[in-house]
């Protein structure tokens, strides 16, 4: 195995434990299971996204001013 492989599976595994990691705040929440999973995998802010529902905003309406 190069090494380029080996890094570009380390990177993999990083990025999913990320992914996870950003599921599991959003679910945690109060985003449905879909949204939570479109917002994990992408580049939205998650402080931004759990502040959003804190102050009172509806999950869909949350996801369509980050996505």
Known sequence: MSDATQIAEHDQN???RVESWRLHVLIEAGYP???AERLA???????R?????TQG???KTAAEILL
């Open 33 to 35: 299971l879909l949204l």
């Open 14 to 16: 990083d990025r999913e």
């Open 57 to 59: 905003c509806e999950p």
């Open 49 to 53: 996204a759990v502040g959003l529902i």
């Open 41 to 47: 995998q992408s580049e939205a802010d998650l402080h």
